[in-house]
């Protein structure tokens, strides 16, 4: 499904981290992995209060280092795996360079880790994984480098419980498509949980079915009907509360999911997830990796 999987790194071991995933996964749909560094050279100096002087031998030495490393990286992974990997390495900027890494391979996912804070110091991924997420052309499975890898038996699926929140938005609907693709073929479960605020709730009191009710009817339940298939088992979460984080990550314990799906660049509705707000709290802090999936089509809501 996915041709290629691009694994960023830069040369810390918390970005190696993401290979615990990127590895299973690219046996699973039959991808190619691709070991992507992008150098971008050291700042300007200020000598002697003249102007900015950029150390070439600096910058040619880290570059050399850099390239060597990607080099000697996949071929470690090659030895692991039996998908093929190759190290590609980029100069220029981090971000556009990783997308046009992206392109080039033709990859359909993107695993990286992300610190959960921010900032790096000498290495860039921390900081880099927002702003890719952000200007992101395929799906990008976010992993805290700070947590370690769960274990699984080998041979394993990496994935079989998917939790999806979603809003009534299309956008919504791109992220239960892409949580399905990463699930794969094998027997699995996807909740697709929806929050309904407690005005809507209270809003909703004249009816003639409470609106959790109507929104069982009207959307999720057409929804599993079109996502199900013979391996995957779709479930249904419905919750009234105005804290749409907490939601989420209680949602994760109660039905012990290994993954979260996201639909990025905003959802409509009052439970707008957005990289930046909501969607940004989970994959900082949520305790299994987040799926986000950039979605450019015009987000109507299918229900309010």
């Known amino acids: 499904m996915y041709g290629a999987i691009v694994v960023p790194v830069d040369g810390s071991r918390l970005a190696e981290r993401a290979l615990a995933l990127a590895i299973p996964l690219a046996e699973q749909h039959g991808a190619a992995l691709v070991l992507a560094h992008a150098h971008e050279p050291p700042l300007p100096l200020m000598v002697g209060g003249g102007a900015p002087v950029r150390d070439a031998a600096l910058d040619a030495t880290q570059r050399a280092e850099a390239v060597l490393y990607t080099e000697k990286l996949a071929k470690r992974v090659a030895k692991l795996t039996r998908v093929p990997v190759r190290g590609l390495f980029r100069d220029g900027k981090v971000v556009p360079a990783l997308a046009t890494l992206v392109r080039e391979t033709h990859a359909g996912l993107v695993v990286m880790s992300t610190h959960g804070r921010g900032g790096f110091q000498r290495f860039w991924l921390g900081s880099v994984a927002d702003a890719f997420v952000r200007q992101a052309t395929v799906p990008v499975l976010l992993v805290r480098g700070t947590r370690p890898p769960a274990k699984r038996l080998a041979g394993a699926a990496p994935f079989v419980r998917a939790l999806v929140p979603v809003d009534g938005s299309r956008r919504a609907e791109h992220a239960v498509e892409a949580a399905k693709g990463l699930l794969g073929r094998g027997p699995a479960r996807l909740t697709l949980l929806h929050v309904v605020h407690p ?85 900082r802090t949520a305790p299994v990796p987040v799926l986000v999936v950039p979605t450019h089509a015009e987000g109507a809501t299918i229900h309010g």
């Open 199 to 283: 005005m809507s709730a209270l809003a909703g009191q004249n009816l003639k079915r409470a609106p959790e009710e109507e929104v069982v009817a009207t959307y999720l339940e057409p929804l599993a009907r079109r996502t199900a298939t013979p391996t995957l088992d779709v479930r249904l979460d419905v919750k009234v509360e105005a804290n749409v984080a907490r939601v989420v990550m209680d949602a994760v314990e109660a039905h012990d999911a290994d993954v979260i799906a996201l639909a990025g660049q905003g959802l409509s509705g009052v439970q707008r997830l957005l990289v930046g707000s909501v969607a940004d709290k989970l994959i």
